[in-house]
């Protein structure tokens, strides 16, 4: 039973063309996270929900926006995608209590820019 | 700021060997430690996690990985390695922040297995 589900699972774009990527999740977790993951690099958080308390990392690109209408979903933006802006899209969630805290990631977008 | 070191980019052992995955971090403060395996074109999935207690912390598919702060290390381990544990290992130090956390990974490790 999938917990959190990403969509696409692969996407392409054009250079400069708007995308879209969705992550949700079924565990009612009050945190939420995007990771961009370049290939054989480490994951490198993008930024975080906190419930509806938007945390953006001081070196993701202005081009990168996000949205969280509500608990389950979370969507990222790419305004103007650039052709480094290829890589692997993850998600993940954490219940946000440290002590027993397990952060699940979803299986991630592949997204392609021409 | 926290930092992950893992210093070996490949690792390669025979099937039934054992396995030590390598970890160093850098934190000011106990740290949380967690290490990840993820599949070609999958996402992370937790093998262990070390938040506080007991310094050798079991997890799933066989691993273990004991915490040494003399060390700041956190190396992963098991005694068998099977064809199926051949993925990419990441090892993450997790940093308290409002409600909750966030990790930093270190770069990962490969690990091959060989027949």
């Known amino acids: 039973d999938a917990m959190v589900i990403q969509n696409p699972r692969y996407q392409v774009t054009q250079f400069g063309k708007p995308v879209t990527l969705s992550c949700s999740q079924t565990?009612?977790?009050?945190?939420m996270y995007w990771y961009q993951q370049k290939s054989s690099q480490a994951p490198k958080l993008l930024f975080h929900?906190?419930?509806?308390?938007?945390?953006n990392e001081a070196d993701t690109p202005d081009n990168f926006q996000s949205r969280r209408p509500n608990t389950s979903f979370c969507f990222l933006d790419i305004r103007s995608p650039g052709l480094g802006d290829t890589a692997m899209y993850l998600c993940a969630t954490t219940g946000g209590g440290f002590s027993t805290d397990t952060q699940y990631f979803g299986p991630g977008t592949r997204l392609t820019v021409l | 700021a926290q930092s992950v070191t893992q210093p070996d980019i490949h690792i390669t052992v025979s099937e039934g060997a054992s396995l030590e995955l390598r970890c160093n971090y850098s934190?000011?403060?106990?740290?949380?430690l967690f290490w990840y395996v993820q599949s070609p074109g999958q996402g992370l999935q937790l093998l262990l996690k070390y938040f506080s207690g007991d310094t050798l912390v079991q997890g799933i598919k066989g691993f273990e990985a004991e915490f040494k702060r003399s060390q700041s290390s956190f190396n992963l381990r098991k005694p068998s390695v099977h064809w199926s544990d051949a993925a990419e290992y990441f090892c993450?130090?997790?940093?308290?922040?409002?409600?909750?956390?966030?990790?930093?990974f270190g770069r990962g490790t490969s690990l091959i297995v060989h027949p």
């Open positions: 929900y906190y419930d509806k308390d938007f945390n």
């Open positions: 993450a130090v997790g940093v308290p922040s409002g409600g909750s956390y966030i990790p930093t």
């Open positions: 565990l009612n977790h009050n945190v």
């Open positions: 934190y000011g403060a106990t740290p949380y």
